[in-house]
């Protein structure tokens, strides 16, 4: 779809690691303009209006569950729910698949720990490694990064098509996946009026 509209696509590796990695090499050798898609500012906050939409559509909302890689998205909607300073506390809960679940040491380390290993049907994040600035942002604003098995995944993104009639796709399903594996519930009990963010339709039927 992308080369339909003018546009010279690159596949390179089978994490977004490898592709960044490729996409600085490019833009070093070419002068071309390196864009990170989720450690950079500007995409922090542009992602940051998707936490104000929830608050204008779902103005009752608990709890806000959302898919994590980098954390660009994470970090953009919980900074621009915090800065409502709303009559209640939101709780904002992030997800990762368990096999590319980089958040959950960082984040107990207090500082950036990469993973050897990235392997997950969530291919939208497998990430190895955390941005630094949304990793600053999601210490701070976010209560909990949970993880999410490969059988989860794929029950909920099942789930989601069969009886919502929803083509999501792995790394946007992670929200429903914890919610439906139950492990949420028993830690936090009732969430409340619950916005799960389903970030992504791109299926790969080859992968699944």
Known sequence: ATRDHGAEVELYGVTVDEALAEAKRYAEETGAVFVHPFDNEDIIAGQGTIGLEILEQVPD????????????????LSAAIR?????????????????????????????????????????????GRPGQMPFSIIKELVDDVATVSEDDIARALIFLMERNKLVVEPAGSVPVAALMNGKLKEEYGDLGTVVCVLSGGNIDPMLM
């Not at 890689?69 to 970090?75: C, F, S, T």
């Not at 904002?92 to 107990?108: F, R, T």
């Open 83 to 127: 800065a409502q300073k709303l009559g209640k506390k939101i709780k904002i809960i992030g997800v990762q698949a368990e096999h590319a679940a980089a958040y959950p040491l960082s984040l107990a380390a207090d500082a950036l720990v990469p993973l050897k290993k990235v392997s997950t049907i969530a291919d939208g994040i497998a990430v």
């Open 61 to 76: 909302v608990d709890t806000v569950i959302v898919g994590v890689g980098g954390g660009g998205l994470l970090a953009g």
